[in-house]
């Protein structure tokens, strides 16, 4: 039987979306759902399938079982709820909700049900962490001690769209990459963070509200964890990968496709090759949990999970009013 999905939201990850349920031989896309007026119309045109006038007439259909959330994050919290609450199977995209209480309320109804709720978190999807991690757990860099994020891209500020320079939408290096770096190091390290201090500032882009820097310290109880993360004006390479040294060793990975570890004698490739790529593979292994959680109930990436995220980046902004390390709750 075909699971049928709807996409909420037409921007690119929409279309990313669509791209990967088409590859995916358990999923159906089955239309989309729009803001603007005719954008449904549009994208649906693209892809061969139906648009919705509205999210209310798409979670009246009974033929449709999930519901995939790719719209401003500001927005996750409102449609989560009601696709939940209409007893469908939703993924919303990372992050969960911009708040911690927006979490509870997502993480409310995935327990009231009748539907349930996956958040988007990606990374653990990536071949090369997927090694990374099997790496460290059979203590090939020893014991853990520390861990570092790091995400400097060009932000390309003419090419965002208005909610992503705004801190109200949700918008801003933290909620848009700094959420996927404490995702990163706490399932590399299969460990959550107690407590953090750091920045969220925005330092190259004045003309907007939403932070484009950060920088963090992580509690990792026994070990060690910092992010830097910047949005910058295109002026140098990307840097975007996670380095986690241990008492033996250190090891270095991105979900682009880098794996390295010293273990003594110099960096040395450690990654196994895959025959796809690792954006594709991430987003087929995300999609394709996705069809488990909508035939079974079970799920890797639990709403919990993502408040968890946001709670970690709340603790950082509340730090930078407190000057102080401030508890992840």
């Known amino acids: 039987m075909n699971l049928n999905v709807v996409v909420v939201g037409t921007g690119a990850f929409a279309h990313t979306h669509a791209k990967a349920i ?5 999923l ?12 449904a119309d549009e994208i649906a045109g693209e892809y061969r399938t139906k648009s919705y006038p509205d999210l209310a007439a798409a979670l009246l259909d009974e033929g449709i079982h999930g519901v995939i959330v790719a719209t401003p994050h500001a927005s996750h919290v409102q449609i989560g709820v009601a696709g939940i609450a209409a007893g469908k199977s939703v993924l919303v995209e990372k992050p969960l909700a911009t708040t911690v209480v927006g979490c509870d309320q997502l993480v409310a109804a995935a327990i009231a049900g009748p539907g349930r709720g996956m958040v988007g978190h990606l990374m653990r999807w990536s071949p090369a962490h997927q090694q990374a991690r099997a790496l460290i757990a059979s203590g090939t860099i020893g014991i853990p001690v520390s861990a570092e994020g790091r ?3 060009d932000w390309q500020s003419a090419e965002r769209r208005l909610w992503q320079k705004s801190a109200d939408a949700g918008g801003g290096m933290w ?8 995702d ?4 590399l390290l299969d460990a959550r963070a107690q407590s953090a201090v750091g920045l969220t500032q925005t330092r190259f882009h004045k003309e907007q509200d939403a932070d484009d820097f950060g920088s963090a310290l992580l509690n990792f109880g026994e070990i060690s964890g910092r992010i830097n993360i910047a949005g910058t004006r295109g002026r140098m390479q ?6 986690v040294l241990g008492t033996e060793g250190m090891l270095r990975v991105s979900h682009r496709g880098l794996l390295d570890v010293d273990v003594g004698a110099g960096w040395s490739n450690a990654l196994e090759p895959t025959d796809v790529d690792h954006w594709t593979a991430m987003l087929d292994a995300e999609l394709g949990a996705f069809a488990v959680l909508i035939e079974t109930g079970r799920v890797d990436t639990p709403f919990e999970y993502g408040r ?10 509340r730090s930078q009013q407190s000057g102080a390390w401030e508890t992840v709750r």
């Open 22 to 26: 088409a590859r995916q031989p358990r």
């Open 175 to 182: 909620q848009i990459q700094g959420v996927h770096i404490v």
């Open 308 to 317: 968890y995220v946001a709670s970690v980046v709340e603790a950082i902004s």
């Open 28 to 39: 159906r896309l089955a239309g989309f759902v729009g803001s603007r007026p005719g954008s």
């Open 238 to 243: 990307p840097q975007v990968y996670a380095e």
């Open 184 to 187: 990163q190091l706490s399932w």
């Open 151 to 153: 995400r400097y891209i």
